[in-house]
């Protein structure tokens, strides 16, 4: 079956803009969660979402957030770009969801400059 | 403030050692840790995990080992090849305790060379 697929896989925006990224779960996972991975900070939990909605959610300002459709596919929005938002972004599908049988996607590398 | 730590960010091992990747938590309540490895480019695919119920994990050349008391967990690869070359995390939920709404916790990994 076909993984998890993240878009785009490279990205590079301004301070300031705003940026969206997908992910398609693998067919008949519920759960989308969503990391952020920097040099030295490993794998930072934002938000996970079930069946459309936001079930647990990390440390993270306002200017990120997400969402999921009816599909199970995801999107996460960050406004308002500064450069330490630049990051590997994972997402994670899995039936359940709450940390059982995560299945990760290759990510979207977001510069900021 | 970090409940996972992977304290050491490098390991180099000649090919055919054994390679022992460390890991300390500090919250009581995680009961589920898992092992993950991550090539550059591609995200982190499951290795290998570990119930709090249990002290010691097998799958083929990998182990885990769970030492409660010390909130510590390891994982030793035997031998060790090039193609382990990667970077480990180690990952932790509460499972029994927040259900489905548990997070995975992940370390801040290490990566790990292996000689030939």
């Known amino acids: 079956k076909a993984g998890v697929t993240q878009t785009p896989r490279y990205l590079i925006k301004t301070r300031g803009q705003q940026v969206t990224l997908s992910c398609s779960p693998i067919?008949?996972?519920?759960?989308v969660s969503w990391y952020q991975q920097t040099p030295g900070q490993g794998l930072q939990f934002l938000f996970e979402?079930?069946?459309?909605?936001?079930?647990n959610k990390g440390n993270f300002p306002g200017r990120f957030s997400g969402r999921q459709f009816s599909n199970s596919r995801s999107e996460m929005n960050v406004s308002t770009l500064e450069l330490g938002d630049s990051a590997l972004y994972l997402c994670?599908?899995?039936?359940?969801?709450?940390?059982?049988?995560?299945?990760f996607g290759s990510g979207t590398r977001l510069t900021v400059v | 403030d970090q409940q996972v730590k992977q304290n050491s960010p490098s390991l180099s091992v000649q090919e055919g050692r054994i390679s022992i990747l460390n890991c300390d938590y500090t919250n009581s309540m995680f009961d589920y840790f898992l092992w993950y490895k991550k090539y550059p480019a591609e995200g982190p695919t499951f290795l290998i995990s570990?119930?709090?119920?249990?002290d010691k994990n097998e799958d083929g050349r990998f182990t885990v080992f769970l030492n409660k008391s010390a909130k510590h967990l390891s994982l030793h690869i035997v031998p060790s090849q090039p193609g382990d070359s990667a970077v480990y995390f180690c990952?932790?939920?509460?499972?029994?305790?927040?259900?489905?709404?548990?997070?995975?916790?992940f370390g801040t990994g290490t990566l790990l060379a292996v000689q030939p």
């Open positions: 067919s008949g996972h519920r759960s």
């Open positions: 994670a599908s899995s039936f359940e969801g709450g940390g059982y049988g995560y299945t």
């Open positions: 570990i119930s709090s119920i249990k």
């Open positions: 979402y079930f069946s459309e909605t936001q079930r």
């Open positions: 990952a932790a939920s509460a499972r029994g305790y927040g259900g489905a709404t548990n997070k995975l916790i």
